[in-house]
């Protein structure tokens, strides 16, 4: 489908940062939302829907660095809103206005807006899609948390990833207690904290000049941390951990650790022990996170430098992390920027304060996960190009076409037509037939095939007048029994075709999927 | 689901005009969506998905009158954008875009936002869902607008609304021929068209006021526009005008005439004639409408008196059009504001320039319709309380709930309970299980009789020792056979349990259904 963008007195375009989502992209994406939500809804998940502008109070402090990249909506008069920059502040905003509840496994899937730098073929953008799953309330220590880490994992298999992607697993309470032990100061904890997050696209090197630099640390308090962060494992890290007695001594530290301990049981009992990895580098960039903290990551989330390698943390390149992107409002797209990768393809937390700080009467815990749609869609798509599957998507889920055809003096029997296809639409069948008063057969086959129709109803006056149609299975080979069609009788129209629907469906069903995102 | 709004240091509400959708009203709410979308589908549409907001300048100069309601986004720094105010005119600028598409059925459901007075529990709300279906390309006349009145019959009659609705229709032809054969000079065409368009929520009296104070009507023309106005019928009405010598002389008329006739032949071959009330007062209020126009009633669509009386077009009542209130900011809801209708729950027209306006070489006539979804969901939501089938609405769709329970030294068993529903979730069943250590059997079967879950596995240290537990059917009758639950064997857990949902699906599919909508 290729487009034509034209320049007219006003610019035809769509906003920077945002696209529009059409043909095989629009059936590629809500594929990957009804496996999503398959998911959620077989752990017991209900859904609510928030508006897309919160009062801006509400957004405020909420998103440290990042504040800058929320979109305000301009005083008209009345309140003053800002465009949602992620569903976890305006589920918490629900949570505390309604104190009725106690407990939700609530999830929302819905576009957020953030005005940062794009790289749209990667799936950065500006509106873009989250699939948010969150779990609230008071319950036994790491069950709910157990069970997103098993959510995330039966999300990424049911979308094929199987073996190809890794859940990268923190807490919040073990890197305070690193910070601590380190010797970095109260007051500088989440600031140190930002500056680790950018491990994961920028080298040690880098990290440690903003620390001590743009920071002020102590050099030698950032050496103790780099020993830290770079430590990555899974239960043999926490092991070691655990016998590091100036470590457990901290009390954060060792709370953190009780807490692992206990979620790798779980995740053991959930048989996703092997998909996660305990990396003491994630941070996760958001002030509101209080416990276990996970990011999702697959092939292509790295930056890679120019020569197509992936950055490494000890390497000497230096990727450009998107968010700081000096000229935001400049024209270049990042998509062929390779230091700049599709990032983490879900990720999330505990946070169990964020409620409270809406309403004190509200004390409820949360812990959850957003998946980032729009680069699972990139990847997919990726994937799907690569073993030429996509060919075979289907538009639309049209079953049959009716048609009609004659000789000398045809008339298009357009009240035939019509008369056909409202009997297959009484009978809840998909149909379409064409819009032409005397339609050419040639351009009623074409119809049907552009879209993959698998069934023709023919009409012809003879036929008709013998009380008959023609059904013909589109796409037969040449020399089977019913490529022409088989005359079945007008009476038993329904009946006929939902048969032959329903066998197709079923064949279908037992061979390869027409699209299979596996 | 009570709500306490409690006030702090900041407001915790959501914006004027919008609202959270929660619990029953968003189940409610997604088998409105899901009812619309299967009929879209059975007429061979596809979906696409356009950006929140648009470039401003893609959106002016569209809604007339209206633009004053349209929601801009700050300026900070880059492109000057504004929230959609329909998806009627983001489709036509994407179409406009890609002119490798020359025809499409499509269908879109959307949030859309409008600055207007609102009047919530009426649907008439500032964030507001539409669900469009537009049907683009050159066809043979009017064979497409029939099909998306039939369309519009199946989705109302999908909802359970047969015989409660009513589709008004008009065309913009036949008005211009009215106007133009009573006498209305050319230049005050469309601000007559606007005044006419306010005969449904104001009297004959107050809109003559407006045509003749206002602006600038001759009292003779606008007396002579009253006469035509006020006729409203079937094909009657339609052989009266074509019998009427002055008016089928006006080319326009003529036009509009043949159009309709033929209409009402296509309308008859679907089986929908019925439905539909040819109507002189339907005027739309949009500018871009070009051919047929259409709007869908039901009961509340009309505004009513103080008294609870539908106003008349002949009465004295005023009502106050929601579009001019005043005080647009004020801290009314008129929700129970008795001259307030629901108004029309779907509306739309033949727009055959939109397209053009924004490329000259994309020429695609277009003809669509945009359902009022939550107008429909508020009107829904009343019949349901009134039939109390709102109680039997289920939250999520759990099918089993794992619990355990045992005597004295009781551990919980929750490796056991983790274990199975592991093996349900990898099976494809919906499960849960209480997130707590031990928790007690009542709190367990509370939680599960909560949602609504039909099945409990129950686990208990005896029967796991034998390789069984035992599956319950919850909400048996005291007496019933199986009341107290059915020992299986742990190896066959997962068959025993999908045969069991399987056939209680069957169940109640044949008998009533948890949610009908009809």
């Known amino acids: ?41 077989r752990h017991g998940a209900v859904t609510i829907d928030t508006p897309v502008f919160e009062l801006k109070d509400i957004l405020t402090g909420k998103y440290g660095e990042d504040s800058k990249l929320i979109y305000d909506l301009k005083d008209q008069g009345g309140e003053i809103c ?51 799953f969150d779990i609230a309330g008071t319950y036994d220590p790491m069950l ?22 890794t859940i990268k697993l923190n807490h919040r309470k073990i890197l305070d207690g690193i910070f601590q032990v380190c010797g970095v100061p109260t007051d500088k904890l989440r600031t140190i904290s930002s500056a680790v997050d950018k491990l994961d696209k920028s080298p040690w090197e880098e990290v440690r000049r903003e620390m001590t630099e743009d920071k002020g640390l102590d050099g030698e308090v950032a050496d103790r941390i780099g020993e830290y962060c770079v430590r990555k494992g899974g239960r043999d890290l926490l ?57 999702v990551i697959t092939e292509g989330s790295a930056p890679q430098t120019k020569e197509g390698q992936e950055i490494q943390r000890t390497g000497k ?36 304060n964020l409620v409270a700080d809406f309403s004190k009467k509200q ?39 009716v048609m009609a055809f004659g000789g000398k003096g045809f008339e298009g029997l357009l009240a035939e037509r019509m008369e056909v296809a409202k009997r297959l639409w009484d009978a809840g069948i998909k149909a379409e037939f064409s819009w032409k008063v005397k339609p050419k057969l040639p351009a ?34 040449d020399g089977h029994a019913e490529k022409d069609g088989v005359l079945i009788e007008m009476a038993n129209l329904e009946t006929e075709v939902k048969t032959r629907v329903a066998q197709q469906a079923e064949t279908l069903a037992n061979g390869v999927n027409s699209m299979t995102l596996e």
């Open 1 to 41: 489908m290729g487009k034509d963008k034209e320049k007219q007195s006003i610019a035809l375009k769509v906003p920077k940062g945002t696209k529009d989502w059409d043909g095989k992209d629009m059936v590629i994406r809500d594929k990957i939302f009804s496996t999503i939500t398959q998911v959620f809804k």
């Open 82 to 132: 800002s465009l949602r920059y992620d569903l976890t502040v305006p589920f918490a905003r629900w949570l505390a206005m309604n104190s009725s509840i106690q407990n939700i496994k609530r999830y929302h899937i819905a576009k957020v807006y953030r005005r940062d730098q794009p790289a749209m073929t990667k799936g950065r953008m500006r509106e873009f899609y989250q699939c948010d």
């Open 144 to 165: 709910p948390d157990a069970e997103i880490i098993r959510i995330t994992c039966e999300i990424f298999e049911a979308l094929g990833w199987k073996g190809k992607y």
């Open 239 to 295: 092991d070691q951990l655990q016998k590091d007695a100036t470590f457990t001594e901290n009390q954060s530290a060792k709370e953190g650790l009780a807490d692992m301990q206990l979620l790798f049981t779980y995740l053991d009992a959930f048989s996703v022990l092997d998909r996660v990895s305990f990396d003491l580098s994630l941070a996760r960039g958001l002030d509101y996170y209080t416990g276990v903290i996970y990011e």
């Open 317 to 352: 390149k230096e990727a450009k992390p998107n968010k700081h992107a000096s000229n935001i409002d400049g024209d270049e797209d990042r998509s062929n920027d390779p230091t700049v990768g599709v990032g983490s393809v879900a990720a999330g937390g505990r946070y169990d």
């Open 363 to 401: 004390q409820i815990p949360c812990v959850g996960i957003s998946f980032g749609v729009d680069r699972i869609f990139s990847i997919t798509k990726q994937r799907l190009a690569a073993d030429a599957s996509a060919a075979s998507i289907r538009m639309n889920e049209v079953d049959v076409y």
């Open 444 to 477: 009623q086959f074409k119809a049907a095939e552009t879209n993959g129709v698998p069934f023709a109803i023919i009409l012809g006056d003879d036929e008709l007048a013998a009380g008959k149609c023609k059904i013909k299975e589109m796409g037969l080979p």
